[in-house]
Antibody, heavy 122, light 106 residues
Framework: EVKLLESGGGLVQPGGSMRLSCAAS????????MNWIRQPAGKAPEWLGF??????????EYNPSVKGRFTISRDNTQNMLYLQMNTLRAEDTATYYC?????????????WGPGTMVTVSS | EIVLTQSPTTMAASPGEKVTLTCRAS?????MHWYQQRSGASPKLWIY???KLASGVPNRFSGSGSGTSYSLTINSMETEDAATYYC?????????FGSGTKLEIK
């Protein structure tokens, strides 16, 4: 059974940093692209970026809205995905999800974690 | 960036009623994907590659469309279908979602 479980959320001050983690199980982690997606309360999800699989060199792509502030990484020995967030702003307040890329060719997200909430406030 | 516009924003349907949700893209996309999100839960893949039902999705659901216009149809509304539905395009970066349609039961 595929499982994704995020952790590391909480309250952080504006300008601060936070690192989120996602523990993956139930599939061959290195075979899949992994994503971070966030969703402010009552709003639509926003894709933040992904990290490619082993076959594609674990390179990354980001949404321009967070490029330069957010960094995605993975530890393939521990089946962990990370999101490092710097210079946080109030508008970064949201529930953050990790999600697996589903299609080999087409971009959709077939499994999501339950999410971890991040609140940026003084 | 491709903007996805969903309509209606909110709607209510009676049990047994046929429901159609639409998603329009600002530029042509190859496929559309749909997610169902119940209150307090994470989104679930519901329909992928425009018309394929995700595992466990009842066959009263269907998807169709091409180019800039896509739709999700429920043949006969059931209570458990009340949720918010989001469309998502994967044709170009950044990947984007629609603003959602909240579907309620009458």
């Amino acid at each position: 059974e595929v499982k994704l479980l995020e952790s590391g959320g909480g309250l952080v001050q504006p300008g601060g940093s936070m690192r989120l983690s996602c523990a993956a199980s139930g599939f061959t982690f290195t075979d899949f692209y992994m994503n971070w997606i966030r969703q402010p309360a009552g709003k639509a999800p926003e894709w933040l970026g992904f990290i490619r699989n082993k076959a594609n060199g674990y390179t990354t792509e980001y949404n321009p809205s967070v490029k330069g502030r957010f960094t995605i990484s993975r530890d393939n020995t521990q089946n962990m995905l990370y999101l490092q967030m710097n210079t946080l702003r109030a508008e970064d307040t949201a529930t953050y999800y990790c999600a697996r890329k589903g299609g080999a060719r087409y971009w959709y997200f077939d499994f999501w974690g339950p999410g971890t909430m991040v609140t940026v406030s003084s | 960036e491709i903007v996805l516009t969903q309509s209606p924003t909110t709607m209510a349907a009676s049990p047994g009623e046929k429901v159609t949700l639409t998603c329009r893209a600002s530029s042509s996309v190859s496929y559309m994907h749909w997610y169902q999100q119940r209150s307090g839960a994470s989104p679930k893949l519901w329909i992928y590659e425009t018309s394929k039902l995700a595992s466990g999705v009842p066959n009263r659901f269907s998807g169709s469309g091409s180019g800039t216009s896509y739709s999700l149809t429920i043949n006969s509304m059931e209570t458990e279908d009340a949720a918010t539905y989001y469309c998502q395009q994967g044709s170009s970066y950044p990947l984007t979602f629609g603003s959602g349609t909240k579907l309620e039961i009458k």
